[in-house]
């Protein structure tokens, strides 16, 4: 009888650990040792201009800006950045921006709503309620997916990155994600447009 009990006390063990390697939820960033995908290095590695910041004051042309490391004030232009398709999201107080500025010019060149991009499940079919979450800190979670699973996101220098594997891929180590560049096309309150993998993502909520 102790046998029996070892044996499926051992049995829910390992199944437990295969679904959180298979699961497509993922509340926050999931580090740790073995093989490495050499990508997901490089980015770790890469040095990050950008500044994540919440929007303190703006005018038709200029946005005055708050760091939240050090709590240092800047003053950017940023229309430039809004006729290029560079400005995703909506401009607001006390909304948190990842913002890559010139800082010679004092222009913003890139800048990402964070507020916005993690409000909420984005759906991009409601039908068979198929959907993504940005999470705080970096994780990243599929809903009903049948094809990938998000696992983590990453805004460097600007530019959103997503970490995936395939549906049926079994990958407990962060470090075997693929990872490919996210392409916003448009965020607002109630609408996330992104192309990914050659895949055009039209989201919104429910």
């Not at 990872?179 to 895949?199: M, N, P, R, T, W």
């Amino acid at each position: 009888m102790r046998y029996r009990i070892l044996y499926i006390a051992l049995s829910l063990t390992t199944l437990l650990a295969v679904s959180s390697c298979n699961s497509c939820s993922n509340d926050s960033k999931k580090r740790g040792g073995g093989d490495y995908n050499p990508v997901v290095a490089q980015l770790d590695e890469t040095k990050d201009s950008a500044l994540l910041v919440v929007v303190k004051d703006f005018d038709a042309d200029s946005v005055t800006i708050m760091t939240t490391k050090g709590a240092h004030y800047y003053t950017f232009q940023y229309t430039d950045a809004q006729a290029m398709g560079q400005f995703h999201g909506k401009l607001m107080k006390n909304a948190t921006y990842s913002v890559f500025p010139d800082t010679k010019t004092k222009r913003i060149t890139r800048a990402i709503n964070v507020t916005q991009l993690c409000a909420d499940e984005w759906y991009y079919d409601k039908k068979e309620q198929r959907g993504i979450q940005f999470n705080h800190h970096g994780g990243m979670s599929s809903i009903n997916s049948n094809d990938i699973c998000f696992r983590e996101w990453k805004l460097l220098n600007g530019v959103l990155y997503i970490y995936y594997v395939g549906i049926q891929q079994s990958a407990c180590d962060r470090h075997q994600y693929s990872v490919s560049e996210a392409h916003i096309l448009q965020l607002d309150d109630s609408y996330l447009e992104f192309l990914f993998e050659g895949k055009t993502y039209r989201c919104s909520k429910m």
